[in-house]
């Protein structure tokens, strides 16, 4: 059993609050994704985790134990680093083998074989054991600082940006390995990114993290279509979902700079009248607008294409609409050009309403 559970943490280092109140749990054999921008507080909860530095409050809960006192080495957890740490001096085998030798572990050099060679075939660097780390490439040598922790089979791993310092190419070919690798270990998995495409397609849940506290915990489908406030939703989807101020009066909501009025789902009108909302933000994902023929649909409005960017299977459109800026994703089969006009519908239904001063999501 390696569930692993936070309970009202705190860390701050001199006057520099690092987590505010940090409560998560993280279930048997997950796949967590800690998601936050630089300064969030995501390699300080890891440490925490790891036993590096001690909390100020709160508990840490492994299995049944609770291990806030326990050294390190007592806690049973390997971590994996964002910069290698292998030794210079030594071959890809001796590296493996090292967190196996201490003197509190008394294995064999027999069982020492055995898991390193396990390491090195699941990982697939059994041809590179007798190389120096110099003599690998970036992606080899973090595979070998992941083997690192395989070896020791711990109760928890915890991964801080293991992937940030790798080419885009080969980022992408290890997110699919590792995402392998945690289904076929079945261990559980904290994994630390500021990376959004990293979180939503390897994590089975996100928990999103900023100033030292958590905003939203819940699944990538969850993040992404039920985002608790603007800054989640900001955070994950690229383009970015558009935000675009919006008045509310008498039933009728109008898009402030598109100068535009807005058909709103029935529950959508709902909770701005129970709550007497006059100003909203309202978040529109690029996915959710679409180029029409005509302007028959309910939420309608002409812009002109102000850039289109092409990523190849899709075109991101800029759109400039009254007085606003809107991104839109389209086909290429479109063939939109640099200053067309064009009629779009917003799909309003799917889109999201935050509260102007708070920001949190108004369901
Ligand atoms: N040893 C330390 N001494 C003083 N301040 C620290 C220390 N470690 C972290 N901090 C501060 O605590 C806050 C959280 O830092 P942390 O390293 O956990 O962020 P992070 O989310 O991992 O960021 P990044 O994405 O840049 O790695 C930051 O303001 C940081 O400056
Ligand atoms: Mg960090």
Redesign the pocket.
């Known amino acids: 059993m390696a569930e692993l559970k936070l309970k009202g943490i705190k860390k701050s ?2 006057n ?1 609050t ?1 987590l505010k109140k940090l409560d998560l749990e993280v279930k048997d054999g997950e796949f967590f994704i800690l998601l ?1 921008p ?7 909860t890891l440490r925490l985790i790891a036993g590096l530095e001690k909390t100020d409050e709160g508990e840490i809960i492994l299995g049944d134990d609770l291990i806030n006192s326990l050294n390190p080495a007592e806690r049973d957890i390997a971590m994996v680093f964002q910069y290698y740490t292998l030794y210079p001096h030594m071959t890809v085998k001796e590296n493996l083998a090292f967190p196996l030798r201490s003197k509190r572990r008394h294995f064999t050099e027999e069982e020492i074989e055995e898991r390193v060679m396990k390491a090195a075939m699941t990982l697939h660097i059994e041809s590179k054991l007798d190389r120096k780390p110099t003599e690998l490439s970036g992606g080899e040598m973090q595979r070998v600082g992941i083997g690192r922790a395989l070896v020791r089979d711990p109760r928890i791993f915890l991964m801080d940006e293991p992937l940030s310092n790798l080419d885009a190419k080969l980022r992408e070919s290890m997110r699919s390995e590792l995402a392998r690798l945690h289904i076929d270990m079945g261990q559980t998995f904290i994994y ?1 990114t ?1 990376d959004q495409v990293e979180a939503m397609t390897m994590g089975d849940r996100i928990g999103v993290l900023n100033e030292g506290e958590i905003l939203q915990i819940g699944t990538p489908d969850e993040i992404y279509n039920k985002p608790a406030n603007k800054f989640v939703a900001t955070f994950v989807g690229s383009p970015q979902i558009n935000l675009v101020e919006a008045d509310y009066l008498d039933g009728e909501m109008t898009l402030t700079d598109f100068n535009k009025v807005i058909t709103l789902t029935d529950t959508q009108k709902k909770i701005l009248n129970e709550n007497n909302i006059k100003k909203v933000i309202c978040g529109i994902r690029p996915e959710e607008i679409t180029i029409v023929k005509n302007e028959e649909g309910k939420n309608c409005c002409t812009g002109k294409v102000r850039l289109k960017q092409s990523m190849g299977a899709e075109d991101i459109l800029n759109i400039k609409v009254g007085e606003g800026l809107l991104k839109a994703i389209v086909s290429p089969q479109l063939k939109i050009k640099n200053g067309d006009d064009v009629i779009l519908n917003i799909e309003m239904s799917r889109s999201h309403l935050f509260d102007f001063v708070t920001g949190e999501a108004l369901r």
């Open positions: 280092f001199q520099i690092a936050g630089t300064g969030a507080g995501k390699t300080t630390v500021h």
